[in-house]
Nanobody, 124 residues
Framework: HVQLVESGGDLAQPGGSLRLSCAAS????????MTWARHTPGKGLEWVSG????????YYADSVKGRFTISRDNARNTVYLQMNSLKPEDKALYYC?????????????????WGQGTQVTVSS
């Protein structure tokens, strides 16, 4: 069965960096786009970034553009989110999700499997 396991969440200082990982299993990882999303009590679930199945196309929410980088290693069945210049408003529970196809999707409705999330806290 499909499993997505996020890791790397932690407490970071403003301006600091974290790297999230999502290890996938139970499906042909290289055949699907992947997404990072985050949840906060105030904003709910927010799409953050997406990457196509072969890694050639990447997309970012305006709120993280220029600070976050999504990447994937299809040999390791893992997708990453490098988070730099962290801000307090980046504090959230971060999820990875499997998209329903090869192209990165911004609509979170078209994702059929989700991980359990990893907590990122940004505070001095």
């Amino acid at each position: 069965h499909v499993q997505l396991v996020e890791s790397g969440g932690d407490l970071a200082q403003p301006g600091g960096s974290l790297r999230l990982s999502c290890a996938a299993s139970g499906f042909t990882f290289s055949g699907y786009a992947m997404t990072w999303a985050r949840h906060t009590p105030g904003k709910g679930l927010e799409w953050v970034s997406g990457i196509s199945s072969d890694g050639s196309d990447t997309y970012y929410a305006d709120s993280v553009k220029g600070r976050f980088t999504i990447s994937r290693d299809n040999a390791r069945n893992t997708v990453y989110l490098q988070m730099n210049s962290l801000k307090p408003e980046d504090k959230a529970l971060y999820y990875c999700a499997k998209a329903q196809g090869t192209a990165a999707l911004l609509n979170l409705d078209y994702h059929d499997h989700w991980g359990q999330g990893t907590q990122v806290t940004v505070s001095s």
